[in-house]
């Protein structure tokens, strides 16, 4: 009787394991949040599921967790140097639907949303990125042609071309417009545009748009003691929303473009000058810095505190990171890029993956091909609308 309990245990506990390394073995049909969540890589990586294992940079990532995390290799970096820092947008989240979340809150917040009251000129202002971004013609006159109503821009002018520190001005532009919104109604705001579908995709929420592949290398990585960033050119708290209950990092682990916050009561009363009382709320305020380029390593210098061992991005936008990541670091580090360079499953723009693989090949950065190294994007039923 012993031996048969015995006996019994062991099983169950094979098939507690079974359980616990097949846990997303079957594709996802139509993401969710929730199935997000649940995406789970062993820390030996045996049960990788959305990548083409045969893929090179597949095998230089796995091949380099494994040389770091073993105590007998010269490279192995102790727990608390191992950490990994990710930009958001088009590395772990869709950015052409048709462009980033942030982008497309602002326009819906602005053209679209009848209880906004909007500033003069800021319609206007947001007609013009909206036309940018759908490369559509400006009208010589904005005001009242109903651009926001002309996806196609039929019988308008050329696109003109837009301010060149966009993204900078969109930023300050974007951040006006929730102003004087508290954190709560903020959130609300944000979860109910994450329910809207993604442009260009089928089945497909924009809150639910990550990468399959990528969920898995940030669980791989957690599951292997390393602390993850992500480092984002978006706002903070949108990024913290959109993580949040989806993706196995910390929301007090998110770096990003930041606003002022004060006191609902505080008025121009200086901060030093202004002590906080039950009655106040939390509102937002102006714009502050836009985390892109080599103010994502102020920001990570500023926030982390150490130097990262491995960045993952995917434009012009993470190359000061990459470059700060792999530079006199004392132990072994890695920046991977991803390459937009899917058109049949997903909104590709080779060209812009051109771009960053010729950088990768300048730099001695790691390039992901979403196209070849990604076995799986979204979902088996998620396609682009026009296929």
Not at 86 to 93: K, M, P, R, S, V
Not at 95 to 102: A, G
Not at 243 to 250: I, R
Not at 342 to 347: F, H, I, M
Request: contains cysteine; aromatic residues 10%; proline residues 5%.
């Amino acid at each position: 009787m012993k031996r048969l309990q015995t006996f019994l245990v062991f099983i169950l506990v094979l098939s507690l394991c079974a359980c616990a390394t097949t846990r997303h073995s079957a594709d996802i049909t139509v993401p969710t949040r929730g199935q997000l969540a649940q995406i789970v890589v062993n820390e030996h990586g045996s049960n990788f599921h959305y990548w083409n294992k045969n893929a090179a940079s597949f095998q230089k990532l796995t091949a380099y967790v494994k040389e770091v995390t073993n105590p007998a290799s010269p490279n192995f970096i102790p727990v608390e140097d191992r950490i990994a820092v990710f930009d958001l947008d088009g590395t772990l989240i869709c950015e052409t639907t048709p462009s980033y979340f942030e982008w497309m809150l602002y326009l819906e917040r602005v053209l679209n949303d009848p209880a906004y009251k909007s500033a003069p000129g800021e319609k206007e202002y947001a007609r013009m990125v909206k036309a940018g971004i759908y490369h559509i013609g400006i009208p010589n006159s904005v005001a009242g042609t109903g651009l926001e109503s002309s996806p196609n821009g039929a019988g308008l002018t050329p696109p003109k071309a837009l301010p060149k520190d966009l993204s900078r001005e969109e930023a300050r532009a974007q951040e006006a417009a929730f102003a004087g919104m508290s954190n709560e109604d903020y959130a609300a705001y944000v979860k109910r545009f994450m329910r809207t579908p993604a442009e260009g995709m089928t089945n497909l929420l924009r809150g639910d748009s990550f990468y399959l592949p990528m969920v898995e290398v940030l669980s791989y990585l957690s599951a292997n003691n390393f602390k993850l960033f992500i480092v984002s050119g978006s706002d903070r708290q949108t990024v913290r929303i959109l993580a949040d209950g989806a993706l196995p990092v910390d929301t007090d682990n998110i770096i990003g473009t930041d606003v002022r916050t004060y006191a609902s009561h505080q008025g121009t009363t200086d901060g030093l000058a202004y002590r906080h009382t039950g009655e106040d709320v939390i509102l937002r305020g102006e714009f502050i810095e836009k985390n892109l380029q080599m103010n994502k390593v102020s920001s990570i210098v500023r926030e982390i505190g150490k130097q990262p061992v491995l960045a993952f991005g995917n434009s012009s936008g993470d190359y000061s990171m990459f470059s700060y990541t792999i530079t006199n670091n004392r132990h072994k580090a890695l920046a991977f890029a991803l390459l937009c360079d899917d058109t049949e499953r997903e909104l590709g723009n080779p060209e812009k993956a051109g771009k960053v693989r010729a950088a990768c090949e300048a730099n001695g950065w790691i390039p992901i091909s979403m196209k070849n190294d990604f076995r799986l994007i979204y979902g088996r039923n998620v396609t682009r609308a026009d296929k």
